[in-house]
Nanobody, 121 residues
């Protein structure tokens, strides 16, 4: 099995910054994609940012220029640096990973438990 453990959420004022971390552990052969989704109250889960193999990134238009995703492959960890936070960024942020547990493995994506980010004055 694979576990994703997030950290770094909390309460921050508008304009502030937070850094989320997510570490993957367990039976890991390779990680193709790691990233972040979020779900605000009453809304569907949406992509925030993901990083694929080769450091190819995708960002939601709503966070481009404010959020930066990075990975430490040696630690199987992904980070999300969030700057210039807005109240509309308030949501539960979920870590996401597409992991191969062995050669040719096609497991469905793994998800973390989520970490709450609240942007409020």
């Amino acid at each position: 099995q694979v576990q994703l453990v997030e950290s770094g959420g909390g309460l921050v004022q508008p304009g502030g910054s937070l850094r989320l971390s997510c570490a993957a552990s367990g039976t890991i052969f390779s990680i193709n994609t790691m990233g972040w989704y979020r779900q605000a109250p009453g809304k569907e889960r949406e992509l925030v940012a993901v990083m694929h193999s080769g450091e190819i990134t995708n960002y939601s238009d709503s966070v481009k220029g404010r959020f930066t995703i990075s990975r430490d492959n040696a630690k199987n960890t992904v980070y999300l640096q969030m700057n210039s936070l807005k109240p509309e960024d308030t949501a539960v942020y979920y870590c996401y990973a597409r992991v191969q547990r062995g050669p040719g493995d096609r497991s469905p994506p793994f998800w973390g438990q989520g970490t709450l980010v609240t942007v409020s004055s």
